[in-house]
């Protein structure tokens, strides 16, 4: 409605005005009657034609009647009456009413034009902005389309670059996308795969999977962290975690899924790792508790010993038995022995593990070493029933450690007497050219073949706890020095039968990497 | 008034033995339970049984088992002189009338041996 405002002016307004301009018309021309009386309808006749100008047709007629009535009853002679005028009169208010007619006539035509101008103008202004509104939608549709196509560049990109395995399938199970991870990890390249069910990449026992998963997608639900087993092309299995999320159309249907799915293989290897080092820890603090346990049995046992033999030896002393005190030192002293030798027996654990445990060598005479072994245990072994058989013959001689060879054949002598079930102990030495030999066999309670393979194990027994004392020690020690002195030392055994324990020295020391 | 030791340290049982003797007590000495049921099946009863546990041939829970099922002699009092750390639980499980710790102190056997041998 640009440049016409009045046209936008209720109907009401308009013929108010033409009303209220047509009565100025008509005080004004009353007002300066003697101006107008020669041509009273000329203020009318303005009226009529700024009635028509402004307000359109319709107004300017009401205009022209009510001003013609006005004129007419007012300023025609006789004035303020309806009787007839004189002929000049009623042809002057004749004119004015026809040229007023006219006039109306052709503001009516001006004003439908301005309308019609207006529409058109409207018309125009609403296509312009509808124009406006449509590039503007459409520019930002074009910016949404290149957003989308960013993110899906972003997104493929992510898919393409990734470590892990991604691939999409339908709701059969088919797959749809398979990215450069699924070719790395399972061996397919996109061709041989692509429109192939997922069940083969699972391996036979697995092939439940795939109805499971596809179930729980199909409710729309998210896998997370299912771990399986899957296999590679080349048949190779591996277990894996799979991560599997619904993939969903615009109306958010359900169309299918996006698997991610990890090797986990070396975490697995990790946790089976950790679960090893775990129960090896438990084991071997275990086993050092059942250790200390069983040391402290051992050392109190020659402690209570020296406190009754200390307790009856002040008894003896007070009765003034002098000789009989005597023999009970001599007994103590045998305890104290065996106290030295235990604590010995657990500086050397430290010694060995800790890689200390050094070789004094020297000519020594096996032969004499075991005889000497062989008395101290007389009367232990008269006690247990066993008799001992030996052959040494002499000049047996190596370089070796005397102190640490002795422990070795009384380590053997010991066991024997111990396991031994009272029967004969035969103690062999037996020279070669370059190497010693000696055995030492029981025909005690034996041990099985599961028993055999652990006897030199550190804190290991063949025997039941209750039923043998000993810290477990004695064979580790002894296969330590063994091996120490580039010899080896093997059993065989049968349970009820005996064991016969045999040990092989060099004569002199081997070339280092020659040993076992 | 006899006392049977059992005990597979002749150490031990000989220690024993000189204490209790000089007390006046009859001592028998038996190096693993199977020696200790035939002594105890050979002759008259001993007013107390003093136990070691860890023993070869039959164990101080072997021995107990054949001595409580046997009516004649499960009613022998039985100390249970051991170097386990658990004795005060073996002493339960096996039924016993006590136990003396190793190292025992002498005071402390013949209180104990004379509580059952008055």
């Known amino acids: 409605m640009n440049g016409y405002p009045e046209l936008t002016r209720p109907a009401w307004f308009r013929y108010t005005m033409a009303v209220v301009l047509c009565g100025v018309a008509l005080l004004l021309t009353n007002l300066f009657w003697p101006l107008f009386q020669y041509m009273p309808q000329m203020l009318c006749f303005l009226a009529v034609c700024a009635c028509g100008y402004y307000w359109g047709g319709g107004p300017s007629l009401l205009c022209l009647v009510l001003s013609t009535i006005a004129l007419y009853y007012y300023f025609l002679l006789p004035q303020r009456s309806l009787s007839v005028a004189d002929t000049a009169s009623l042809i002057r208010l004749g004119g004015f009413l026809a040229v007023g007619l006219t006039g109306s006539v052709a503001f009516q035509s001006l004003w439908a034009t301005r309308r019609r101008q207006a529409e058109l103008v409207a018309q125009a202004d609403a296509a312009r902005q509808a124009a406006e509104r449509t590039t503007k939608e459409i520019a930002e549709l074009l910016e949404t389309r290149r957003e989308v196509e960013r993110n899906l560049y972003r997104l493929a990109a992510i898919v393409e670059s990734s470590e892990d395995t991604i691939i999409a399938i339908d709701l059969e199970g088919r797959i749809l996308e398979w990215n450069p991870g699924a070719e790395r990890l399972l061996g397919y390249r996109p061709e041989e795969v692509l429109g192939k069910t997922i069940s083969i990449l699972m391996p036979p026992e697995h092939r439940g999977d795939m109805n499971v998963i596809l179930d729980q997608i199909r409710r729309g639900e998210r896998i997370e962290h299912f771990e399986s087993v899957r296999m590679k092309k080349s048949g190779e299995r591996f277990p894996v975690s799979l991560s599997v999320s619904p993939i969903k159309d615009a109306a958010g249907q359900v169309v299918g899924a996006a698997k991610i799915a990890r090797d986990i293989t070396e975490r697995k290897k990790s946790e089976a790792e950790r679960e090893r080092l775990y129960r090896e820890a438990q084991e071997a603090a275990r086993a050092r508790e059942d250790f200390l346990s069983m040391a402290g049995h051992e050392l109190r046992t020659p402690l209570t010993t020296l406190q009754f033999q200390f307790h009856t030896l002040g008894r003896r002393l007070a009765a003034g038995q002098a000789d009989k005190a005597v023999e009970l030192l001599e007994r103590s002293r045998g305890q104290l022995d065996r106290l030295v030798r235990l604590t010995e027996e657990l500086l050397d654990v430290t010694r060995i593990t800790s890689g200390r445990l050094d070789l004094e060598r020297e000519e020594t005479d096996l032969s004499g070493v075991t005889r000497e072994a062989a008395e101290r245990f007389r009367d232990a072994a008269q006690r247990a029933g066993c008799e001992l058989r030996i052959e040494a013959p002499p000049g047996v001689r190596g370089t070796w450690d005397k102190s640490r060879l002795d422990q070795v054949v009384t380590n053997l002598l010991s066991n024997a007497v111990k396991f031994g079930k009272g029967k004969p102990i035969e103690i062999r030495v037996e020279p070669d050219t370059a190497w010693a030999r000696i055995s030492v066999r029981d025909q005690g309670i034996g041990m099985s073949q599961e028993d055999l393979s652990k006897v030199f194990d550190r804190f290991e027994r063949a025997v039941s706890r209750r039923s043998y004392g000993g810290m477990g020690l004695g064979l580790w020690i002894t296969r330590q020095i063994v091996e120490a002195h580039g010899g080896k030392i093997e059993v065989e055994s049968e349970p009820g039968r005996g064991s016969m324990f045999r040990v092989d020295l060099p004569l002199d020391p081997l070339p280092r990497g020659v040993a076992g | ?118």
């Open chain 2, 1 to 118: 008034m006899k006392v049977l030791v059992v005990d597979d340290d002749y150490a031990v049982l000989d220690a024993i033995k000189d204490v209790l003797e000089d007390e006046g007590y009859e001592v028998t000495l038996a190096a693993n339970g199977l020696e200790a049921l035939k002594e105890l099946r050979r002759g008259a009863p001993p007013c107390l049984i003093l136990l070691d546990l860890m023993m070869p041939v039959m164990n101080g829970w072997e021995f107990r088992r054949e001595q409580l099922e046997d009516t004649a002699l499960a009613g022998i009092p039985t100390i249970l002189i051991t170097a386990h750390t658990r004795a005060d639980e073996n002493t339960t499980e096996l039924k016993a009338s006590g136990f003396l710790r190793k190292p025992a102190q002498p005071n402390a056997l013949l209180e104990t041996v004379g509580r059952y041998c008055s």
